[in-house]
């Protein structure tokens, strides 16, 4: 198995690149064996987690050992069509997927305040 190697001496990368990848607009029957081809052709993977819930199918993490792997992957693999579909890869961002999460928490806490003490946003 050959691996394409992005280091050159002592290359400094972005902040936002890690070893975790988002990768989205995935085929909802992919496997793990697949996802494994595809992406280990760029390094050695530590975990691939695909998706199996309603709001999760069709997105996967990726977890390579080395970041420079990943930096690879993600140059490569962006916009690579498998099965008609055009993949987004992206670095994981804690802080963004966080956020995503403590906003729709949020809106659940305001909508259960609002029927606990009557309280309605269509009367102003």
Do not use: C, W
Not at 34 to 54: P, S, V
């Amino acid at each position: 198995m050959a691996t394409i190697s992005l280091r050159k001496g002592n290359t400094r990368l972005p902040p936002e690149v890690n070893r975790v990848l988002y990768v989205r607009n995935l085929p909802f029957n992919i496997s793990s064996e697949e996802m494994y081809d595809i992406f280990g052709k760029y390094g050695a993977i530590r975990q691939i987690r695909i998706g199996t819930n309603k709001d999760t199918r069709g997105t996967a993490f990726v977890v390579y050992e080395d970041i420079y792997d990943a930096k690879t992957a993600v140059d490569h693999l962006s916009g690579f069509n498998v099965a008609n579909r055009y993949l987004i890869v992206l670095y994981y961002q804690q802080a963004k997927m966080s956020k995503k999460f403590d906003q729709k928490k949020k809106e659940e806490e305001i909508a259960k305040m609002q029927e606990k003490y009557g309280v309605s946003t269509k009367d102003k």
